[in-house]
Nanobody, 121 residues
Framework: QTQLVESGGGSVQPGGSMRLSCTSSRFTLEDYAIGWFRQAPGQEHEGVLCINMFNGTTTWTDSVVGRFTISRNNAKNTVDLQMNSLRLEDTAVYFC??????????????WGQGTQVTVSS
């Protein structure tokens, strides 16, 4: 049973923007730390950004600093990943995951099935 659902993926040209959303019909996301992870073909899951229950954020990947932001929309029960100035190397399947704290992919408690983000010219 999928606990979290991602949306907003697709294709974009380099330099473009995209906004991903993570939601759940089962959980109130503000009760959890929510992390965004990504997995490029042939690679391990990589942590991107995480927001904890106190709305503090953690950036796990230096390459997204100044380009990606994470935020909560509690009215919509979503955690959004705003991605600007996208690069070819941002191409991956993006996943959201939930836990009591921001932690590694394998230590999160609930996961979504992912949404594909493709950056290409």
């Amino acid at each position: 049973q999928t606990q979290l659902v991602e949306s907003g993926g697709g294709s974009v040209q380099p330099g473009g923007s995209m906004r991903l959303s993570c939601t759940s019909s089962r959980f109130t996301l503000e009760d959890y730390a929510i992390g965004w992870f990504r997995q490029a073909p042939g690679q391990e899951h990589e942590g991107v950004l995480c927001i904890n229950m106190f709305n503090g954020t953690t950036t796990w990947t230096d390459s997204v600093v100044g380009r990606f932001t994470i935020s909560r929309n509690n009215a919509k029960n979503t955690v959004d990943l705003q991605m600007n100035s996208l690069r070819l190397e941002d191409t991956a399947v993006y996943f959201c995951a939930a836990a009591s704290i921001c932690t590694k992919w394998g230590q999160m408690d609930y996961w979504g099935q992912g949404t594909q983000v493709t950056v290409s010219s």
